[in-house]
Structure formats: structure tokens, C-alpha cells
């Protein structure tokens, strides 16, 4: 029988279970980072979770700190407007070497992007093959190992669409502030309840805690605060669905290397006050998750 290209992660015994009804994979204890304000940025796929990392990553250097974004997604594209290309991804240097970890160095899997934001794109495992928990843990390993994360202010994680198992969840076990984008319509709060769900469940075991809710593509945002009240959230920014943000992505660009308008300008400070607000620190949030009808009941016009 040929051997499986691919390592499983494997079952380790626990005192503590991990969140009721959760079978989420565990963090290894040793793995933990420590010293940086860590981020885990969530929400429906397509709702610009990367455009909002990226940005905010390239606020956060605006203001002088020392940003490294780990894109978990094995689309590998997270970074690409901070870097100008599609970077190899830990899973594929990892490859590379049979696994062998030790043969690593740091340029083989860390790019530097816009203003001296560190990049990494942890990828995935092939499809129908493994976890994407365990890739998000061998990332945070080698960035230890190879100690890129003592002198990092700010981590921020990029996280793949809904959370449904374990491996979308594994970045909030090294996360102080989860944050969930998401736009003004069903689809994308309906998605977002159940992000704040996953979040609960990894708070009983872990220091991660809801951070707050940034609205994007959307001119308003009633139905967006109005269930933020209704299930205990605060929203803490607002990106309207503007072309400049559209033609960033397609130049390959943060909207910080964009030409000069008093619409970018305006997108520029909320991010830049976003970045300032989240260094300062939010109060946590403990937020109560609707059950699906009782939401698919409250969202709408009457």
C-alpha cells in the first residue's frame, strides 16, 4: 500500500475537551505565540476577507508596527496585493522537502510585501485529504522555530469562508480578537451567526474572544446592526462597495498604493483608525448565536 503524500494530524489525548460539541483539532501547547496581538479575520467566502486583511495588515505598518498576515486558504491568495504575486505556500515547500521541516529557512515560506509586511500562505492539504487545522499548526511551528515571531507586533490570520470543521477554527486557538466581516444581506449574516458559534465554542478553552463585526460591499448597514444588538456585537467599521477597492484587487495593490482621491482617502483613515482602535484594544464580546430559523425569522423588511 503506497504511503498517503500527505501526514495526518495526529489524535492527541486532552483533560480538557475542546468546546462543547466540538471535535476541533488541538493546539500543541508549545506552539503558542506569544508577545504579538493576534487577529483572526472570518467570514463568508466572497465577503473580501483578504481584501480586509491585506489592507488592514498595511494599516498596522502605517502606524509602525511589525505585521506578519498568514493566509489560510489553500486559493493561496491572501497576500497577493502585499507581495505583487502568488506565493509558494507552506504546504508546498514542506512537500518539497518530504516533510522534513529542519531543511527549511525562513525566505523558503516568509515574503516581504507593501511597507515591511511579513507574508505567509499556509495553504492546504490536496482535496479530500487532510486538515486544514494541521496546516495552520505546522505553519505557527515553523515561524517559531525559525523565531519570526518574537519580533512581530501584530499576526493577523485570514481564515477560508464559513467555519464547518475543525481546521477553518484551528487559527482561533492562537487568537486574542476574532473579527468577522461581512456585508449587509442574509447570506452573509446567516454565515457570520454561525462564525460567532465556533467562536464560543473555542472561548471555553482558549483566550480568543469576539472583537467585533466590520461591514463590507454595503452602502448601509441596518440589517447589520440590528442583529449585531439583538445577539450582543458592536460593529467597528464600515467599507462601502467602492470601484477603488475593486480596481485595487486587479492592480495587485493595497488601497495605500492607489492614486490619490478624496473617496480613497476616506476608505484609507477607517482602515488606519480600524488598525489604531484594534491596538488600543476592544472590550470582548459575548455574543449569543440565533438558532437558523429564529435568524431566517429576523432578518428582513416587514
Same mark, same amino acid.
Given at each position: 500500500?503506497?504511503? $498517503?503524500?500527505?501526514?495526518?494530524?495526529?489524535?492527541?489525548?486532552?483533560?480538557?475537551?475542546?468546546?462543547?460539541?466540538?471535535?476541533?483539532?488541538?493546539?500543541?501547547?508549545?506552539?503558542?505565540?506569544?508577545?504579538?496581538? &493576534?487577529?483572526? &479575520?472570518?467570514?463568508?467566502?466572497?465577503?473580501?476577507?483578504?481584501?480586509?486583511?491585506?489592507?488592514?495588515?498595511?494599516?498596522?505598518?502605517?502606524?509602525?508596527?511589525?505585521?506578519?498576515?498568514?493566509?489560510?486558504?489553500?486559493?493561496?491568495?491572501?497576500?497577493? $496585493?502585499?507581495?505583487?504575486?502568488?506565493?509558494?505556500?507552506?504546504?508546498? &515547500?514542506?512537500?518539497?522537502?518530504?516533510?522534513?521541516?529542519? *531543511?527549511?529557512?525562513?525566505?523558503?515560506?516568509?515574503?516581504?510585501?507593501?511597507?515591511?509586511?511579513?507574508? &505567509?500562505?499556509?495553504?492546504?492539504?490536496?482535496?479530500?485529504?487532510?486538515?486544514?487545522?494541521?496546516?495552520?499548526?505546522? $505553519?505557527?511551528?515553523?515561524?517559531?522555530?525559525?523565531?519570526?515571531?518574537?519580533?512581530?507586533?501584530?499576526?493577523?490570520?485570514?481564515?477560508?469562508?464559513?467555519?464547518?470543521?475543525?481546521?477553518?477554527?484551528?487559527?482561533?486557538?492562537?487568537?486574542?480578537?476574532?473579527?468577522?466581516?461581512?456585508?449587509?444581506?442574509?447570506?452573509?449574516?446567516?454565515?457570520?451567526?454561525?462564525?460567532?458559534?465556533?467562536?464560543?465554542?473555542?472561548?471555553?478553552?482558549?483566550?480568543?474572544?469576539?472583537?467585533?463585526?466590520?461591514?463590507?460591499?454595503?452602502?448601509?448597514?441596518?440589517?447589520?446592526?440590528?442583529?449585531?444588538?439583538?445577539?450582543?456585537?458592536?460593529?467597528?467599521?464600515?467599507?462601502?462597495?467602492?470601484?477603488?477597492?475593486?480596481?485595487?484587487?486587479?492592480?495587485?495593490?493595497?488601497?495605500? *498604493?492607489?492614486?490619490?482621491?478624496? *473617496?480613497?482617502?476616506?476608505?484609507?483613515?477607517?482602515?488606519?483608525?480600524?488598525?489604531?482602535?484594534?491596538?488600543?484594544?476592544?472590550?470582548?464580546? $459575548?455574543?449569543?448565536?440565533?438558532?437558523?430559523?429564529?435568524?431566517?425569522?429576523?432578518?428582513?423588511?416587514?
Amino acid at each position: 500500500m503506497s504511503q $498517503t503524500p500527505f501526514p495526518l494530524p495526529v489524535k492527541v489525548e486532552h483533560r480538557v475537551p475542546d468546546g462543547e460539541g466540538s471535535v476541533q483539532v488541538q493546539m500543541d501547547p508549545n506552539d503558542k505565540i506569544d508577545g504579538a496581538k &493576534v487577529f483572526a &479575520v472570518y467570514g463568508k467566502g466572497g465577503i473580501g476577507k483578504s481584501t480586509t486583511s491585506s489592507n488592514l495588515s498595511a494599516a498596522f505598518s502605517k502606524l509602525g508596527k511589525r505585521v506578519l498576515q498568514i493566509g489560510c486558504d489553500p486559493k493561496h491568495d491572501s497576500t497577493f $496585493t502585499l507581495t505583487k504575486k502568488l506565493v509558494p505556500t507552506v504546504i508546498d &515547500v514542506l512537500e518539497s522537502v518530504e516533510f522534513h521541516s529542519e *531543511e527549511l529557512r525562513a525566505d523558503d515560506f516568509v515574503y516581504e510585501g507593501y511597507n515591511g509586511v511579513m507574508c &505567509v500562505e499556509a495553504g492546504g492539504p490536496p482535496a479530500g485529504t487532510g486538515c486544514g487545522g494541521y496546516v495552520v499548526g505546522q $505553519t505557527v511551528k515553523l515561524l517559531k522555530q525559525h523565531h519570526l515571531l518574537e519580533d512581530t507586533d501584530v499576526v493577523i490570520f485570514d481564515v477560508l469562508g464559513d467555519v464547518v470543521c475543525g481546521g477553518f477554527a484551528a487559527p482561533l486557538q492562537h487568537a486574542d480578537r476574532a473579527l468577522v466581516v461581512t456585508a449587509n444581506d442574509f447570506d452573509s449574516i446567516f454565515a457570520m451567526n454561525r462564525i460567532v458559534a465556533a467562536i464560543g465554542a473555542k472561548s471555553k478553552n482558549y483566550k480568543v474572544r469576539m472583537g467585533g463585526v466590520i461591514a463590507n460591499r454595503s452602502a448601509g448597514t441596518d440589517q447589520i446592526d440590528g442583529f449585531n444588538e439583538a445577539i450582543g456585537l458592536n460593529r467597528i467599521a464600515h467599507f462601502p462597495d467602492l470601484d477603488v477597492i475593486r480596481r485595487s484587487r486587479l492592480k495587485k495593490s493595497t488601497l495605500f *498604493e492607489m492614486e490619490e482621491s478624496p *473617496e480613497l482617502e476616506a476608505v484609507q483613515s477607517e482602515y488606519l483608525r480600524l488598525a489604531q482602535q484594534l491596538w488600543d484594544g476592544t472590550d470582548p464580546l $459575548t455574543a449569543q448565536p440565533m438558532k437558523d430559523r429564529d435568524i431566517f425569522d429576523f432578518l428582513g423588511f416587514d
